[in-house]
């Protein structure tokens, strides 16, 4: 089972490569496992393609179980970045894949206000954004409540509650 997923997946690699060429974009970003297994297409004789690429997912294979690769789709990549929207971690930059993500919809968990009047927002995945601009929430946040945080200009975040007009903040954890 966990061959075939795969061999699944290396041939979605390989048909996302497209034609191989000089400038191969899987070769550009690919683990050498992978790699192993684009390289095999350029075999014309069937037999040897065949060996080829039983060779390189099996050395795909071994390199899944010892935890030298790891695969993510779609999904799962954007379940990371949006977990790690608002904090400033550059080696997470191979998720992106060209697009960045402007902002995130959280529900909020809990709030309240620090000894300066400024709010402290936990959000249910245990995300904390702190407001750090004099900016006023009314009604205040509650537990349940709808927290829209995107991003605005200089590397800051409003946060928004409900659909108010949104407050500074940035993210602590």
Sequence with gaps: MRTSVLVAASLGLIAAAGVAGAADPVAERAPAAVQAVVDCRKI???TQRLACFDA??????TAVTNGD?????RQQRTAVRRQAFGLRLPSLSLLDNGKPLD???E???SARQDADGKWIFVMEGGEIWRQIDDGQIYPEPHAGSLVVIRRASLGSFMLSVDKQAGVRAHRDN
């Design 107 to 109: 529900t909020l968990s």
């Design 56 to 61: 390189a997912v099996a050395t795909m294979a």
């Design 44 to 46: 014309a004789d069937d």
């Design 69 to 73: 690769l790891v695969s993510l789709d």
């Design 103 to 105: 902002d995130v919809q």
